[in-house]
């Protein structure tokens, strides 16, 4: 079927498909599981963990390949359930102190203005590689890594998230002379492409053995020498019941926001430009009111959808929109759908940078609503505010290339240009 053919996604999402699908049946079988289109099903999935598991198979479509990958992946906070899934977040949660996030607010503001300033007076670039050094920057000062080790994140993420991208499955960008000796010790067990070109599969342990041993000597580093960084805070916390976060945990949190927390905004960005460059009466309508830019970012996130699906797995037999579903079942959300509901959005395919009210469900909805979403809106805003203070107006300066990818709705290059 087209939404789950890699190849469909290369040429765009299929939108057509989606809602001629969720017109049929707002919850649909689609191979081994069961499509969740709309956008009050999506919502209903995720509010009750205790009948739609994260826990159970995980939260990509595609099973674990063994019991021991399985486990693998249940120890990260994106595939528990509660209690442990409130634990850990609650940890987190309190680490995002509000001088912390100030903070990091200055520092997003700043660098997305150096990084635009630095291509400014060049007439053109890829946009979509300009974009890429944010989130990475960012993610460096919760972690508290040094700059010169932030591409480690982008080619980890590459490898995660591109795994059905032949460009990035083996992306290796990184050069030992260029980083800090914690790094040179991780890219001496980065994993290199067997002889037919294949890597370990990236949602092993096994798969990413370079990013773990940068993790774990990070992590013990934090709990020996904690700097004024986010997770520093988090290793120094002790909670309610005496607990801290172990390095195990630590070393997961470090894959979820690495790779998550980076590939997630990493497409956003030239996703929302995209969206602009596709409708230049509202990008010169942004242009010509700032004010425009809040509700700008949240049509962004909506139109484009960065992450376009997430598993779960039902714990017992049960309804939904009159389809019944059996224990063990997946069932997947499908927020590329739910985000171009027409019953919650008026004219769902139409880009209005005043939507609202836009209640979009790009950042999941319940107990697993993402912890980013915040600092995912600044960066968004900081950029675009950089764009249009530094840049202007910016048309399409060639063809976009998408990411081959099922799950992350990805640009590869955004070829831009504008008046110097």
Partial sequence: MAITDPDTYVRGVPYDELARLRQASPVVRVDDFWAVLRHADVRHVLRDPGLFSSQLGGTQIRDPASAADLAYVRRMMLNMDPPEHGRLRGLLTRAFTPRAIAKLTERIEASARDLVAAVAGEGSCDFAKVAADLPLLTLAAVFGVPEQDRR???????????????????????????????????????????????????RTRAGMPDLYAYANALGEYKREHPGDDVMSNLMQHVGDDGGRVSLAEFENLFWLFSVAGNETLRNGLPGGMLALLSHPSEYRRLLADRSLLPSAVEEMLRWWTPVMNFRRTATADTRLSDV????????????SAANRDPSVFADPDAFD????????????HGPHFCL?????????????????????????????????????NGLKSLPIRWAR
């Fill in 324 to 335: 019944d579903i059996r224990a063990g079942d997946k069932v997947v959300v499908w927020f």
């Fill in 152 to 202: 480690l994140m982008y080619d980890w993420s590459n490898r995660v998230i591109g795994y059905q991208d032949a460009e990035y499955a083996a992306s290796s960008t990184v050069s030992a002379s260029d980083v800090t000796d914690l790094a040179r010790a991780a890219l001496a067990v980065r994993p290199s492409p067997g002889p037919d070109g294949s890597m370990p599969d990236p």
């Fill in 372 to 408: 980013g979403a915040h600092l995912a809106r600044v960066q968004l805003r900081a950029m675009f505010g950089a764009v249009l203070d530094l840049l202007g107006e910016v048309t399409l300066a060639g063809e976009p290339v998408r990411l081959r990818s099922t799950f992350q």
């Fill in 353 to 364: 940078i005043g939507r609202t009210p836009n209640d979009h469900l790009t950042f999941g």
